[in-house]
């Protein structure tokens, strides 16, 4: 079973400085058909899960360029450039029907 | 409005039972899997159950098969999540999510609440 382990668990970041949040899992996420369906959600506190990145690097409409996604295999990144209020949250990486634990992002 | 709504959380017994509603609209819903999330009070994320396009197919994790059903009704856009056999372990807000493929969840509900308590 793929098991996603996310660090750090908890970021405290300062308003304006990057971050970056790693997932690796236990096993490749390649798929059979070549791609590798590694999602990242973004939680709000009191929101429902909205998700920012699939298969790795691609962005949903209306998420910020300051968010992007990165790598292969069994490792990949989520890295925010420049960190607002606004991204305070849990961010979950995923892969089918597995989550990782979760990264808080609070502000310093 | 593309937008999936869930109903029928509740606080209920242990053993007890309940059956979660989400009703999609603005989308074509008969062409996707969709799937419950739950997420217990203070922690992450959780898969619970998945059903094909036409119902064809319904998977689930281990903790809750044999207990909860999933199903859908492609004719009312409608989503269900019949639980029985309700545990303290269960008590969640549970989530309908849209899952375009292996689980890449682009549209979520609100959620809705369930407790499992005496």
């Known amino acids: 079973d793929v098991v996603l382990t996310q660090s750090p668990l908890s970021l405290p970041v300062t308003l304006g400085q990057p971050a970056s949040i790693s997932c690796r899992s236990s096993q490749s996420l390649v798929k059979s058909d070549g791609n590798t369906y590694l999602n990242w959600f973004q939680q709000r506190p009191g929101q429902s899960p909205r998700r920012l990145i699939y298969?790795?690097?691609d962005r949903d409409s209306g998420v910020p360029d300051r968010f992007s996604g990165s790598g292969s295999g069994t490792d990949f990144t989520l890295k925010i450039s420049r960190v607002e209020a606004e991204d305070v949250g849990v961010y979950y990486c995923?892969?089918?029907?597995?989550f990782g634990q979760g990264t808080r992002l609070e502000i310093k | 409005e593309v937008q999936l709504v869930e109903s029928g959380g509740d606080l209920v017994q242990p053993g007890g039972s309940l059956r979660l509603s989400c009703a999609a609209s603005?989308?074509?819903?008969?062409?996707?899997?969709m799937d419950w999330v739950r997420q217990a009070p203070g922690k992450g994320l959780e898969w619970v159950a998945s059903i094909k396009e036409d119902g064809s197919r319904q998977d689930y994790m281990d903790s809750v098969r044999g207990r909860f059903t999933i199903s859908r009704d492609n004719a009312k856009n409608s989503l269900y999540l019949q639980m029985n056999s309700l545990r303290a372990e269960d008590t969640a807000m549970y989530y309908c999510a849209r899952d375009p493929i292996y689980g890449a969840f682009d549209l979520w509900g609100q959620g809705t609440m369930v407790t499992v308590s005496s």
């Open positions: 603005g989308f074509s819903f008969n062409t996707y899997w």
């Open positions: 995923s892969q089918g029907s597995h």
């Open positions: 298969k790795v690097s």
